[in-house]
């Protein structure tokens, strides 16, 4: 068990049992992929590790680039993507794969793939290392997916509880 400022966690996924995921997930992304040269786009800040050892196991020619999302604030409902900062790169025609931590309401990543959408790529994939279904509130084709978890709040492996715990090699969950 380990705590995080107000509230404890108990082991939930392990760093084996995540890495051994990872690496399907790598092998089915290598052959999908074969003989392209697609572009990651890593969400941040808590897809910083997934991204790392995802991408260290496709051994394809591959860019690899990074966005950070900004949303509304306060008033604003939360998961509200009101710009992608960081997108330098240009993905017009390219065969795009976002990499992120979570894929829970969906509100996120659905706000994400209509940015994404504007800057005419020529396919969008999602590698997502958890998803809660029972959260989704709209469908989202999501072709990599890590592990399907239960409706609960879970940290560690980059993912944060109010900053703190994205350092934790493992996934803990809420008890
Ligand atoms: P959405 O609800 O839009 O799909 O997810 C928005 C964001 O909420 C995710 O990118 C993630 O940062 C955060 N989030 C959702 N569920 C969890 C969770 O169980 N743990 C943590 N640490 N963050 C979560």
């Known amino acids: ?77 939360t998961g509200r993507v009101r710009e992608i900062i960081g997108l330098e790169e240009t993905i017009s025609g390219r065969d795009v794969i976002i990499i992120e931590d979570i894929v829970d309401t969906g509100l996120t990543m659905n706000q994400l793939l209509e940015q994404i959408a504007k800057l005419n790529p020529a396919s969008v994939e999602i590698a997502t290392l958890l998803h809660k279904p029972d959260a989704l509130l709209k469908p989202i084709d999501m072709r990599y997916i890590g592990f ?19 350092n934790l090699d493992a996934l803990y969950v809420i008890s």
């Not at 082991?11 to 697609?38: H, M, N, V």
């Not at 900004?70 to 604003?76: C, E, H, I, K």
């Not at 978890?149 to 994205?166: C, E, T």
């Open 1 to 77: 068990m380990i705590t995080i400022l107000d509230k404890t966690f108990v082991p939930f996924i392990d760093r084996a049992k995540i890495e051994e995921r990872i690496g399907e997930l790598a092998s089915q992304i290598s052959t999908d992929y074969k003989d392209r040269c697609p572009v990651f786009i890593v969400v941040l800040n808590g897809a910083f590790l997934f991204a790392t050892e995802l991408v260290k196991k496709v051994p394809l020619s591959c860019e690899i680039t990074f966005v950070k999302l900004s949303s509304y604030t306060q008033t604003q409902s």
């Open 148 to 166: 399907e978890i239960a409706n609960r709040f879970v940290v560690g492996y980059g993912l944060d509880y109010d900053g703190l715990g994205r």
